[in-house]
């Protein structure tokens, strides 16, 4: 066995029992899950030097690492996976599968393109709302939202 992935919210741990593994919905699948929101073909999780990786191979709902979108990505020892909103924390030990030397910097892998600058940063504002307190107060003051030349649309 290479490791084991444990289902978060409970049930039974999965067994990563080859060095590349077909996770999705389909019955061919090496790891099968049974979802609406898994895609027939999800993503493959396989094994370089040592460590496992996963890529996402054109998902609808996305997989994630500890709650980043990737396309490809390390996952290290307690790293926790995301498939659509099913969340598994990776259980190996790198040594057992050849791993040796220093551990790489897993951050320039992922992909930066996955979240928005503001999301990144936490920043991420919601659309206003009709009711929203700057809306409001615009509105109080007799202010409504100007054309290019100035003129009240």
Known sequence: MYGELQPRGGG???PLLKPQLLVG??????????????????CELFIVN??????????SNGTKVNGVR???LRLDPGDMLAVARHKFEICYEPS?????????????????W????????????????????????????GDSPRTPGGQPR
Do not use: C
Request: glycine fraction near 8%.
């Open 12 to 14: 039974d741990p999965i």
């Open 25 to 42: 919905r389909r019955e061919s699948s090496d790891i099968v899950l049974r979802f609406p929101n898994v895609s027939g073909r999800h």
């Open 50 to 59: 040592g460590y496992w990786f996963v890529k996402d191979l054109g998902s």
């Open 70 to 72: 990737v396309t490809e």
């Open 96 to 112: 057992k599968l050849g791993a040796s030397g220093a551990v790489v910097d897993k951050a320039s892998s992922i992909d930066p």
């Open 114 to 141: 996955s979240r928005s600058l503001l999301e990144t940063a936490g920043l991420e504002s919601k659309p206003r709302q009709p009711g929203h307190a700057a809306t409001d107060r615009r509105a109080a003051a």
